[in-house]
């Protein structure tokens, strides 16, 4: 239990940089209709299953249509 409390001010940031990449590539999901590969469904589906910077990061290189 020791081991984790001298780990927190090292976790809590990087818990929160991914939760926030999370919500941002669901919201870029949610609002988008076009995708370079795959549809809305793959690309929620891999963002959710994959949520630990994977799935959001694939996302954005893979997924989402340059404006």
């Known amino acids: 239990?020791?081991?984790?409390?001298?780990?927190?001010?090292?976790?809590?940031?990087?818990?929160?940089?991914?939760?926030?990449?999370?919500?941002?590539?669901?919201y870029h999901i949610l609002t988008h209709n076009n995708y370079k590969r795959g549809n809305r469904t793959l690309w929620l589906v891999v963002a959710i299953a994959f949520m630990a910077f994977i799935g959001p990061i694939s996302y954005f290189l893979f997924g989402k249509e340059d404006a």
């Open 1 to 26: 239990m020791d081991n984790i409390i001298e780990f927190l001010p090292f976790l809590i940031p990087l818990v929160i940089v991914q939760f926030s990449l999370l919500g941002c590539t669901l």
